[in-house]
């Protein structure tokens, strides 16, 4: 069984920061990708940024130059650093750990961007 955490949510303002930490637990030899992605109400559920074991990086075009994912493979976790952030980023996040007999998800946090 495999545990994925999300933690960091909560209420910002516009212009300010938030990071985002994710934790998988369980039984886990090596995870994959990790990623995370982002469900505003009444829209899809899209992919924010994701990050390979080796750490190569892959963003949505909207939060390019603003978000930063990064991990720690030693510990299982992944980060998403957030800076200028913007009410259009007001969502639950969802944090997502590919192992090779699945994939994981976390229960997510809210991040709300007040202007």
């Known amino acids: 069984q495999v545990h994925v955490v999300e933690s960091g949510g909560g209420l910002v303002q516009a212009g300010g920061s938030r990071r985002l930490s994710c934790a998988a637990s369980g039984n886990i030899f090596s995870i994959n990708d990790m990623g995370w992605y982002r469900q505003a109400p009444g829209k899809q559920r899209d992919l924010v940024a994701a990050?390979?074991?080796?750490?190569?990086?892959t963003y949505a075009d909207s939060v390019k130059g603003r978000f930063t994912i990064s991990r720690d493979n030693a510990k299982n976790t992944v980060y998403l650093q957030m800076n200028s952030l913007k009410p259009e980023d007001t969502a639950v996040y969802y944090c997502?750990?590919?192992?090779?007999?699945?994939?994981?998800w976390g229960q997510g946090t809210q991040v709300t961007v007040s202007s």
């Open positions: 990050i390979t074991r080796g750490g190569t990086t």
């Open positions: 997502s750990a590919q192992l090779l007999h699945g994939t994981y």
